[in-house]
Structures are given as structure tokens and as C-alpha cells.
């Protein structure tokens, strides 16, 4: 087995009195893709939100490898290695696709360590990788405004890929994309299998299908079920939460 | 058919080489007015590094214009012989002793509870140093508290607009040491080595000339970065940004710093053109007819904004002298500001990027220049 | 003691007379009116202009001061503010450049300065409004001097406070305007028409504003740049107060008013000013929603 990549032990949140993440504990290890599954207001993108610093818990720790980032600042997170792709997706729209990558590619943060012109040829060759990945080298230079809702989701994975995080939080990949669309991001997504930990947070069985290894299943705030997909179709907890114990009749 | 780069940089070198080879035409007499307008030029950069890259609406860019104005101010006026009329060889500005109690001493550290603040400033160089460094110093301590709150746009240019408000009453409000609303006037020349600045002479205008020159590259050479890139980031999608790991507050911190370095630096200069440094600098209305300029000009452009500043004052000056057209003149600014803010907002500039792009795809006539350089109004930067 | 407070209370309810149509344009729109000096301007122009050409007093200046402003406030709804829903420092910018105009038009007298025509009670210069006899002077109250005309201003300022919680709360319009201020575009899918109640918010919030002015008249010259120190001071009570709340304006101007009252008593004038902006950045810093937060997330 690999190393453990993301650790929550005890995770939980509260907003004035509404436990919306409660006790959430869970590995992930490296490489593996993640699924969590849930219904609306199960606390996926509250989790979400946690483990990538924009909420603050309440209680429990986040480790990263072995690092505790609890609570940490969002972009000291970002740095130690979490990566983060919003429901509603977001780049940088008055530059061109390409110097959205190229922002993306940025090894060094700080303000003085970027005070240089331009970018390594290395970085180049793997903005034009990522194009190629995500479909968009013919909108290179064009400006990410004018994307179509798929293409900017894809932009906002290709961000993703650029910042080369050890982990990458997907929330919601497909929303709103058509069938074909959806397809293409599962390619994507599988193609960065291996090489990244990816957790996903999803409603299209259709994708999950097509990326899962293993999922967890979240419910009021709480984890129900882990297991694979057949293991979770068949989990009673899992049947109950969603369809009620008198189930479909 | 040269590409756009290209093209910038061959208009940025044709405005450089027109602000120098000016004084040649101009007569005298436009040399002084016309190194105003330059200095205005330069406010129009600051503006639009902090508004139209950095997307901080400043509504108080007066502040930072004044404080490096009254730094080198001071020096100048303990420079001047107004300050020596009290007999000893150690300077003490004339509205002090004016304004003294009866009895106190006649020394620059001790004529009134807060004059010993002039003190260092009988070195001119300090009040050089002093007319970068607050300005600087007010942006970085004013943009962490601000920006790490992260207290959204709107009200950060309502902060700003409070800000240089109270500043100016403090500064009215503190005669002793600032000659209140009078302002420091009678200010003595700007020297380097042997050379006197004199505000009429064409030395003086080459100061100003080359110093915008040295800003506009500056600033348009700080865009270029991959910093001036991440800050573009931040201007769009600031949470994008924080996730992708910069630190938000410092990009937008150091820059709001530099444009106030910029800002305080063109104070100075007015000092030097103008002989005078006033609280009218921190009026509201200055610090939002900065933003107008840059809004005609281009927000986003910083050559653009530096020639709408420069231009519109042209025209006003043009104006103002035929009959009462001033007022009218202003309306009609008014008027256009209005339409840019509704139908142009990327500004005059914008107008140019979006001609010359058209040029540049279509690969048309060989033969055709696409761009008049002489043509001030047909500039375009990025 | 009296005395200083009861100037604070007049300052304050001057402060709430500016800021109350600025309170409703900014909650309910979402627009930073930078022409609502203007409009206290105008006001007072309507005042000096109807003194000398229709003989009237203060008193009828009121209701025709109304409806100058409001009518106006209309034709800038619907002229520029309306293309710029939802870009809220564009509505900044784009009422700055029409209050240049405003101002421009009764420097020069609507243009007709030009033809070398002018109309008393126009221009440049500074004019005066003759306050009738029954607001001049002071009366007493527990032993301290209490002027009338700053009475009168705090009488009148509250009259409109009242009206305009009225109007807000227990009115259907008033309503329909709380709708919006919540969340416009689930009000325009009830049936609410978004932009004719927009149009009447921002012509009663100029109204209002017209209204200052005439008051304004009474005790300052009337000259063409008034406005501008007026539009900052409203802006401010407003923000610090929060965005949406009536109750937040009034308080925020009564605070800032005492402030400025009792600082101006204790130094000057221009300190008190001074410290009162250092208040409100503050508080803004603090808490940049205002002391009343009102609007959604």
C-alpha cells in the first residue's frame, strides 16, 4: 500500500448550533481516487470547504501526509499541496487561457520571487501538456471569458493539473455539462489517476461509474458507507438514507 | 507585419520621444504648463496600476500625491531665504514666526510644541527620501489592515476616500506645523550638485519629462512580470487565486504600495514645478478627477491613462483660454465620463487595442502604416 | 451642556437628512448616488429661485423642492443608473460625472450664461434665503439658548424619518421596495415590476434629498459646489450604519453627529470633522457590513 495522503480524524463544524460536519474521520492514500457521495446538505462541499481552509472546524484535525494543516490560511494549504476546484467554476477571465495556466505554474508564490519575466521553458512545455489534456489548445489565446461552461470547467481542471497539488478536491466536475461533456471529464479525470489523490464530490452515478475505486458516502453530516460502488448500491444504510427504510415500492 | 509587442513598445518609445523633443516647438511659456500636465500623467499611471491591474479603485490617490508633495515642500521651505528673516543662519519657516507666542524661541526645534517634526528636513535629500518613503509607508500599513480583512472593493474605496478626507482636515487643522489652508508656498529651488531647478527653465522640464519616462517603462516593465500577471489573477478571481496558493493581501499590498510610491513621487515633482504644496492636493474632488482621467484614458492601460491625463488638462488649458469656456469645458468632461463609465470601459485605449488587433489579424496592405505615431490620441499599451 | 448636545442632535439630524435618501437608493438599488449633493443643491437653488421669482418662503419651497428633485432623480434613473444595475462602482463613477453636469448646468446657468443672459439666483456666485420671521432667533428650555431654525430642521428631519419608515414598513410599495433590497430578482419573479418601484425609490430618495436642501438654505450661503462635502457625510452615515437599514442611518447619524458636537465643543471645528471620519473608518474596518447589517449574505 502507498502512503497515506489525507487524514481527518474527527473532523467537525458547527454553525450556530447545526452540525454540519460531525465527526468525519477518514484516510485516503496516495493515488487513490475518492468518491464522496451524498445527498444535498450532506456536508460534502462543507468538507470540502474544511479541509481546503475555507471553513474553520470546530473540532478534529486535517493532516496532509503527516503534516497537520488544520485550520491553516487557504493559500498555505494550497502551497502544502491541496489543490481545489470550485461547483461553480473560477479563472481568471480577463486573461487568455494560457496565461491562466502560466499563473498556475507559478513553482515560487511570494510577490519578490516573481518580480522576473516570463517562464522556464519547462513551464511552457507543461502548459502546452495540459492544453493538450484538456482539449483547449486551439483556445489558447483566446480569452477565458468567452469559454463555453465546459470549456471553463476543463480551464479550471487544467489549473488544477498545472498547480500539480499531492491532492486535488473536485467538487462537483460535471455540474452542468452535457453527456458528452461529462465523458470527456471522466477521461480527464482517469487520466490523472496514479499520479494525483483525487477526491470527488458527485451526484452523476454516470460519472461516478465511470471513475470510482472507492467511495464514501456522507449523510447528515456524518460518514454511512465506504466500500465500491457495488458495495455501496447494496449497503442497507446507504438504501435507507436515500430512499427511505420502506424503500422503493 | 510586427507583432503587438512590438507595436507597444514603438508607441511607448514615440511618446518618450515626443515629451522630450517638445521644448523644441513649445514656447516658454507652455514649457512650465505643460511639465504640470506631465506630472498629472503620472498620477494617471499610478491610477491605473492600482484600479485597472491591481483592481483597487483608490478614491484617495490625493493622499499620496500630498504627503510626497509637503515632504519635499518642507525641505524646500527651510531651503528658501523666507526662513532665514529671523536673523540666525538656522532656517525657521516664516508662518512660524508669524504665528509664534510671544516668547518662545526662535529655533526651528522648540518655536512650537510640534515644530522639532521640521527638524531633519533641512536636508533636502531627507525630504526627498521622506517624500518616497511615507506615501509607502501609509499604503503598506492602510492595505494589510484592509486587504487582510479582506474588506470587498466597494468599501475599500470608501475607506479610501475617508481616509484622504480626514488626513486633509488634520493637516488644515495642524497650522503650526503645515500653515493650514495657506499651504507652504515661497519654497525655495530644487538643487542637485550645482544645478537649480527653476520652475521656468527647461532643465527643470526635462526633469519631469525623464522621470515619467523612467515611471511609465518602470511600470510598464513591472506589468510584464509574472507578478504584474498573478496580480491580474488576483484582480479576477481573488479566491482562485488564494487556492492556487498566493498570498492575496501581499500582491495587493505591494502594489497599492507602489502606486502610492508613484503617486508620491509626481507630488514631489508638482512641488518643483509649482513652487507650492496646499491641502487642495487631498481634496476629494482632485483624488476623483484622477480616476476620471484614467477612466478616459484606460484604466487598464498605463500609457493610456498617462495621456489621458495629460491630454484632457491640455485641452482644458486650451479651452479656458478662450472666453469662459473653462466651466463648459468641465461639463463636457463630465459628459464624456459618464459615456465611458456606460459604453467604454476599457477607455480610449481601449478604442486603440481593439483597432490595432484588427490590423494586426486581417494581415491587410503591406503598404499602410497601422499606426499614425504622431498621433497622440491613437496610442495603445496593454 | 444642554446647549452642546442639542447642537450634536442638530448636526445629526442635518447628517440624517442627507442620508436618509441615500440610506434607500443604496439599500434598495444597490447604487452609490454620487448626485445626491447635487440634488441637495438643487433643492436649495429651488428655494433661492423661488424666493425671488415667485415671492415664496421656505415653507413652499418644501413640496416644490420635492418635486424638482424627485422628477429629476427620475430622469437619471432612467437615463444612466438603470444600464448599471448591478455594477456598483460603475454607479459611483457614472453619478460623479452627472453631478459634474448638475453642477456645471447652474454654474452656467443652463448655458444661457452664453448668450450673455442672466438669471438672478443663478451662476457661480453665492446666494442667501431670507428665513420668515417665526424661524428666526432662539427660546429657552431648562435655562439653555435654543436656536429655532435648528428646531425646525430637527422637527422636519424627523417628520421625513417617519414618513419614510411609513412608506418602507406599512406600505405595499414600501414592501415591494423590501422585496428587492432582499433579493431582486426572486421579487421580480413574484410579479413585483423591479424597475418602475426602482425608478420611484430613486426619485423619492432624491425628493428627499431636495428636501435637504431647501432646509440646507436656511442656514448656509447656496453656491454651486455645496453638494459635494454633503454627498461624502451622507455616504458615510449610511455605510456605518449598514446597508438596507433605516434604523442604521438614523442611528449612525445621530452617533456621528453627538461626535462631531461634542469633539467641535471640546476643539474646533475642523478636528471634530476629522474625528468623526476617523470613526467611521473604523467602524467600517471593523465591521464592514455597518453596525446594522441588514442585507442578505
Known sequence: MGRTALTLDGLSVDFEGFRAVNQVTMTIDDGELRVLLGANGAGKTTLMDLISGKTKSTSGRVFLHDTDITNWEEHKIARAGVGRKFQIPSIFKELTVRRNLEVASCRNPGVFANLRFGFSAEAERNVDEVLELIGLTEQANQVAAYLSHGQTQWLELGLLITQNPKIILLDEPTAGMTQAETHKTSLIVNNLKGRHTIVVVEHDMAFVREIAERITVLHLGQVIAEGNVEQIETDPKVREAYLGSKGIS | ?382 | MLEVLFIGLSLGSILLLVALGLAITYGAMGVINMAHGEMVMVGAYVTVLSGIWLGTNIFVAIPLAFIVTALLGLLIERVVVRRLYGRLLDTLLATWGIAILIQQAVRLEFGLSFLGIHIQGLGPGLQNVSVPAILQGTFSIAGADINRYRSFIIMVTAILALATWFIIYRTSIGTQVRAIIRNPKMAAACGIDVTRVNALTFAFGSGLAGVAGVMMSGFKTVFPDMGTPMVVDGFLVVVMGGVGSLLGSVLSAGILGEINGLVAAATNDILARAVVFGVVIAIIVLKPKGLFALKGR
Not at chain 2, 493610456?304 to 485641452?315: R, S
Not at chain 2, 465611458?340 to 486603440?352: D, E, S
Open chain 2, 1 to 382: 507585419m510586427p507583432s503587438k509587442r512590438v507595436i507597444d513598445w514603438a508607441v511607448y518609445a514615440a511618446f518618450v520621444i515626443i515629451i522630450m523633443t517638445a521644448p523644441l516647438v513649445m514656447e516658454p511659456f507652455w514649457l512650465n504648463r505643460v511639465a504640470k500636465y506631465l506630472v498629472y500623467g503620472m498620477l494617471g499611471i499610478a491610477v491605473a496600476l492600482s484600479w485597472g491591474y491591481a483592481g483597487i479603485l483608490n478614491l484617495g490617490q490625493g493622499l499620496f500625491f500630498g504627503a510626497g508633495a509637503y515632504m519635499l515642500a518642507m525641505s524646500l521651505k527651510l531651503a528658501s531665504t523666507t526662513s532665514l528673516q529671523q536673523g540666525s543662519d538656522r532656517p525657521v519657516p516664516d508662518f512660524m514666526l508669524w504665528n509664534a507666542e510671544p516668547g518662545s524661541p526662535t529655533e526651528l526645534c522648540c518655536i512650537n510644541k510640534a515644530s522639532f517634526l521640521w527638524l531633519p528636513f533641512q536636508s533636502q535629500w531627507f525630504g526627498v527620501a521622506m517624500g518616497l518613503i511615507l506615501p509607502v509607508a501609509i499604503a503598506t500599513i492602510l492595505g494589510m489592515i484592509v486587504f487582510r480583512k479582506r474588506i470587498s472593493g466597494v468599501f475599500v474605496s470608501i475607506i479610501t476616500l475617508a481616509v484622504v478626507l480626514l488626513v486633509r482636515l488634520v493637516v488644515i487643522d495642524s497650522q503650526p506645523v503645515t500653515n493650514g489652508f495657506n499651504g507652504l508656498t515661497d519654497l525655495g529651488w530644487f538643487k542637485v550638485g550645482g544645478l537649480e531647478f527653476d520652475p521656468f527653465v527647461v532643465e527643470t522640464y526635462y526633469l519631469v519629462a525623464v522621470s515619467l519616462s523612467l515611471v511609465l517603462v518602470g511600470a510598464r516593465l513591472l506589468i510584464f512580470t509574472r507578478a504584474g500577471l498573478i496580480l491580474q489573477a488576483v484582480r479576477d478571481d481573488q479566491n482562485r487565486a488564494r487556492y492556487l496558493g498566493f498570498n492575496v493581501p501581499a500582491y495587493q499590498t505591494f502594489f497599492f504600495a507602489v502606486s502610492a510610491a508613484i503617486a508620491g513621487f509626481a507630488g514631489m515633482l508638482y512641488v518643483v514645478v509649482s513652487e507650492f504644496a496646499s491641502p487642495t492636493f487631498m481634496d476629494l474632488t482632485f483624488s476623483i478627477t484622477m480616476v476620471v482621467w484614467a477612466a478616459v484614458g484606460g484604466r487598464s492601460s498605463i500609457l493610456g491613462a498617462c495621456i489621458g491625463a495629460i491630454i484632457i488638462n491640455v485641452l482644458s488649458a486650451t479651452v479656458s483660454e478662450t472666453e469662459g469656456f473653462a466651466e463648459a469645458w468641465k461639463a463636457i468632461i463630465g459628459l464624456i465620463f459618464v459615456l465611458v463609465v456606460l459604453y467604454l470601459p476599457r477607455g480610449i485605449a481601449g478604442l486603440a487595442h481593439d483597432f490595432v488587433d484588427r490590423i494586426v489579424t486581417r494581415r491587410s496592405a503591406p503598404s499602410s502604416h497601422p499606426l499614425r505615431v504622431s498621433d497622440p490620441s491613437s496610442q495603445l499599451a496593454e
